[in-house]
């Protein structure tokens, strides 16, 4: 029998040993999961449902609000969102995410958002982490969310695999999605309905989204469409000024 050279071996040996320290990598990579994401995981089910209760509570104030001419706001914590995502979500929205979407939490600060979930399909099964920013843009009720990475660990994930299904789910509920560029970042435009929200179909116009340090709010205005042109102007700066914010953002002219 023909000896098998020394060197085949070393480098058949070599090779293997650097596949299984890839595929180590990886694997270890897509299991490791931000600071912020596994704290949130720690939370008990106790104090998720006491916070996921104040966020229906400001969902229904806002709710409330909105059916009456005049400014309204809404300020959600982080903690109340990751309550409400915990306690309630899949209770209440069974089919609001894929099923290969689980347990997803967020984080906010002043700069950006950060949402992280576990990801469970065929092919991959890992902490998929998405940060980005939120913006109400100059065009009426579009906000822009501008996502600057998505990865797995250290490593990139496409962010083809999000956009089509972020677009059917809010579709669905007639919300239009259109996509854009941001200094070479995808940006997803989102278009809220002129009366969204309103049973009585008066006009609901976003003033600004704003993102502090744990916290997100909104704010805006409910007008009758005979007074838009008187009732405009005023209203807004209010809507704004509670939130400490500015005008809706310029950056996508």
């Given at each position: ?188 435009l989102i278009t809220l309905p002129r ?59």
């Amino acid at each position: 029998m023909k000896k098998i050279p020394t060197r085949l071996i070393a480098g058949l040996s070599g090779g293997a040993v650097l596949v299984f320290g890839l595929f180590a990598a990886v694997f270890y990579s897509a299991n490791s999961a931000p600071d912020f994401y596994q704290q949130a995981l720690q939370v008990s089910s106790a104090q998720n449902e006491i916070e996921g209760c104040l966020f229906e509570r400001h969902l229904a104030g806002l709710s409330n609000q909105i059916q009456a001419d005049g400014p309204w706001s809404v300020v959600w914590t982080s903690a109340q969102i990751n309550g409400w995502l915990a306690s309630d979500l899949m209770e209440k929205f069974p089919d609001a995410l894929p099923d290969s979407i689980i347990e997803p939490r967020v984080a906010i600060t002043e700069n950006d958002i950060r949402i992280a979930f576990r990801y469970d399909s065929l092919v991959f099964d890992g902490i998929i982490e998405i940060r980005g920013d939120v913006f109400a843009t100059e065009i009426e009720n579009q906000i822009a969310l501008r996502i600057n990475t998505v990865h797995s660990g250290f490593f990139p994930v496409p962010i083809s695999w999000w956009a089509e299904r972020l677009e059917v789910s809010l579709r669905n509920r007639d919300i239009i999605v259109e996509w854009t560029e941001l200094e070479r970042d995808p940006v997803a435009l989102i278009t809220l309905p002129r009366s969204f929200g309103n049973s009585r179909g008066s006009r609901i116009i976003l003033d600004g989204v704003q993102l502090t340090e744990q916290l997100i709010g909104i704010a805006g205005r409910t007008v009758q469409e005979t007074f838009q042109s008187v009732s405009e102007g005023s209203d807004s700066a209010e809507s704004t000024q509670r939130l400490g914010g500015t005008s809706p953002d310029s950056r996508l002219k």
